[in-house]
């Protein structure tokens, strides 16, 4: 069980991100990014997406750094891997919990 995070490629409103996941639960990365202070709006449904000014202190949290095409294999290794309709009904259903909170 391990939660991994790949490297800062992605370029979205004048900031670099990465991902996070988890090759083993939905669960287990929600609760590894509530320990860690990351928001639920950052939940895409099966990976979270992480500024690059976090990265350092999710990997000295416990998140393990891999290769983006590494990070894949296992979000599909796993079975946690979500089509992009799959990823928007899993996104709105979060964002409509923390609403609720």
């Given at each position: 069980m391990a939660i991994l995070i790949d490297e800062p490629l992605w370029w979205f409103r004048g900031r670099k991100?990465?991902?996070?996941?988890?090759?083993v639960s939905y669960d287990e990365l929600i609760e590894f990014a509530?320990?860690?202070?990351?928001?639920?709006r950052g939940f895409q449904g099966d990976h979270y997406d992480i500024p690059e000014e976090y990265?350092?202190?999710m990997v000295a949290a416990g998140a393990i750094e891999v290769p983006s095409r590494e990070l894949l294999r296992r979000l599909r290794g796993a079975g946690l891997r979500l089509s992009p309709q799959e990823r928007r009904a899993r996104t709105a259903a979060a964002a409509d919990a923390s609403a609720e909170d």
């Amino acid at each position: 069980m391990a939660i991994l995070i790949d490297e800062p490629l992605w370029w979205f409103r004048g900031r670099k991100w990465c991902h996070m996941v988890s090759d083993v639960s939905y669960d287990e990365l929600i609760e590894f990014a509530d320990s860690v202070g990351i928001p639920r709006r950052g939940f895409q449904g099966d990976h979270y997406d992480i500024p690059e000014e976090y990265r350092d202190d999710m990997v000295a949290a416990g998140a393990i750094e891999v290769p983006s095409r590494e990070l894949l294999r296992r979000l599909r290794g796993a079975g946690l891997r979500l089509s992009p309709q799959e990823r928007r009904a899993r996104t709105a259903a979060a964002a409509d919990a923390s609403a609720e909170d």
